[in-house]
């Protein structure tokens, strides 16, 4: 069997890395682990090893727990996807278990003729160069495909994000995000936020590491319009399928930007739309739009 390209998919603020994999999942040129964040090729420290295997044991009892009731309703669909992740969990907890080294068993156990092992995380955006070293370290073709998105929406969908995770019983969520986001515009907490939304830093860093053939970036609005969807496809050297009906992640979520708040971000990130501006010719509608606001 010829050597796989490992193709990691990273994003900034909620830029469709969880659309990409639930859309390449079942294509035949790639092959998916059941578990779409298992950070098996970052976790080089003992503090971020640890840190991975309590997360991982409690998704795996989550699983079980989903299974159950997944028994209990007679739904087979889910019976077997739900095993399916078990089996990958405790794979997983077996490959993190075992002394650190250059193993690449975990993530193409299991795979048939696919040409493409797919990573998708949002994470790996911040991967520090120590690590990034490890990853072009593997004896494996690497190639890395990084998804930007209007700077604007991506905010917003990272603080209703966070928002919403932080939320307590009685709390108003639109209260609760317009309260975060004044502290990002401060530069006072959750600062974070931004971090991987600042694509002049990162998209710098990763160009400095990966060579042009390996770093693919494109706009996570494309990802669902049928022709710019197509030359994403050609670009990594993939048959293009019809997209299936995936809902954007946060998407939803009920909490409009407010109008005076919206005028004081886009000042804010006006140095995003600068740098996409220069480095970029064609631009998706919403992100041209808002980046002729901020001149």
């Known amino acids: 069997m010829a050597d796989p390209t490992l193709l990691i998919c990273v994003g900034a603020n909620e830029a469709g890395t969880s659309w990409v994999y639930l859309y390449l ?3 035949e040129t790639y092959y998916v682990r059941s578990i779409k964040e298992y950070r098996y090729f970052s976790i080089i420290k003992t503090e971020k090893l640890m840190c991975q295997m309590k997360v991982v044991n409690r998704l795996l009892m989550q699983y079980a727990v989903w299974r159950i009731e997944a028994e209990a309703a007679d739904d087979i669909i889910c019976i077997l996807s739900l095993s399916c992740r078990i089996d990958d969990t405790k794979a997983l907890i077996m490959a993190l278990s075992a ?45 890395l495909q990084y998804l930007m998105r209007d700077p604007l929406g991506g905010l917003w969908s990272h603080v209703r994000m966070v928002a919403k995770r932080r939320m307590q019983a009685g709390q108003d969520l639109l209260v609760t995000c317009r309260d975060i986001m004044r502290r990002v515009l401060n530069n006072q907490k959750d600062v974070h936020i931004m971090i991987r939304g600042d694509y002049k830093s990162n998209i710098s860093s990763l160009a400095s590491v990966f060579d042009h053939w390996q770093f693919l970036i494109g706009f ?21 399928t019809s997209a299936p009906e995936i809902k954007p992640a946060h998407v939803g979520l009920a909490a409009p930007f407010p109008e005076g708040q919206r005028r004081d971000t886009l000042a804010f990130l006006r140095a995003q739309y600068d740098f996409i501006a220069d480095n970029f010719a064609e631009l998706p509608k919403n992100l041209l739009q808002n980046s002729e606001l901020t001149a």
């Open 25 to 27: 999942h079942d294509h």
């Open 99 to 143: 002394e650190y080294s250059a193993d690449f068993e975990y993530p193409q156990a299991g795979r048939n003729d696919a040409m493409v092992l797919l990573y998708a995380t949002p994470a790996y955006v911040l991967i520090d160069p120590v690590e990034i070293a490890r990853v072009l370290a593997l004896p494996i073709r690497v190639k």
């Open 220 to 240: 996570s609005e494309n990802l669902q319009d049928g022709p710019k969807s197509d030359a994403m496809c050609a670009c990594r050297g993939i048959k293009a």
